[in-house]
T-cell receptor, first 115, second 111 residues
Framework: KAGVTQTPRYLIKTRGQQVTLSCSPISGHRSVSWYQQTPGQGLQFLFEYFSETQRNKGNFPGRFSGRQFSNSRSEMNVSTLELGDSALYLC??????????????FGQGTRLTVV | QQPVQSPQAVILREGEDAVINCSSSKALYSVHWYRQKHGEAPIFLMILLKGGEQKGHDKISASFNEKKQQSSLYLTASQLSYSGTYFCGTEPPGNTGKLIFGQGTTLQVKP
């Protein structure tokens, strides 16, 4: 069974640019969550999608957005990049968004560097 | 509100035991535990639900005190492979799908 796939693995962008990250969940998983991981802040929740609907959003500015497609694949977009957006962006998929089947399977992440 | 983990770091010898604690100021629906090794993705260890249900690995145990909004992860007879950063994630009631993670506890097991 294939795991969670995130692309690309590494990205270098310039301040002011925008970026799109992709996440393909485990087959059959309909819930996809995104997290930002930095040494200082740890794992910060960005948003969660289930059946193409954003159900929850973390405390991030509107420059961070996402979407989920009918095949459960998800993308997140960051516009007008700032130096502080440099981080590891992790995607996690789970069978359902609550209860005993909420165990999340994380992808390897996309390492974004903003210069 | 981010849960608080303690201790922040712990160093053990192989075979020793460790306890990692996670507490929240908010009412909880569930507590999740993950371990992340350097340069790798976090992996699922345990999930504990309000009401006593739990799901996870055989060699790792955990408790969830709903009234105190606390959870503890028990690592017994530690092995070198237990080294890594342990995160607890809390899920408030009525807000499923949103995990708020603690800052992490770094565990180093030495031979």
């Amino acid at each position: 069974k294939a795991g969670v796939t995130q692309t690309p693995r590494y990205l270098i962008k310039t301040r002011g640019q925008q970026v799109t990250l992709s996440c393909s969940p485990i087959s059959g998983h309909r819930s996809v969550s995104w997290y930002q991981q930095t040494p200082g802040q740890g794992l910060q929740f960005l948003f969660e999608y289930f059946s193409e609907t954003q159900r929850n959003k973390g405390n991030f500015p509107g420059r961070f957005s996402g979407r989920q497609f009918s095949n459960s694949r998800s993308e997140m977009n960051v516009s007008t990049l700032e130096l502080g957006d440099s981080a590891l962006y992790l995607c996690a998929s789970s069978l359902s968004p609550g209860g005993m089947n909420t165990e999340a399977f994380f992808g390897q992440g996309t390492r974004l560097t903003v210069v | 509100q981010q849960p608080v983990q303690s201790p922040q770091a712990v160093i053990l010898r192989e075979g020793e035991d460790a306890v990692i604690n996670c507490s929240s100021s908010k009412a909880l629906y569930s507590v999740h535990w993950y371990r992340q090794k350097h340069g790798e993705a976090p992996i699922f260890l345990m999930i504990l639900l309000k009401g006593g249900e739990q799901k996870g690995h055989d060699k790792i145990s955990a408790s969830f005190n709903e009234k105190k909004q606390q959870s503890s992860l028990y690592l017994t007879a530690s092995q070198l492979s237990y080294s890594g950063t342990y995160f607890c994630g809390t899920e408030p009631p009525g807000n499923t799908g949103k995990l708020i993670f603690g800052q992490g506890t770094t565990l180093q097991v030495k031979p």
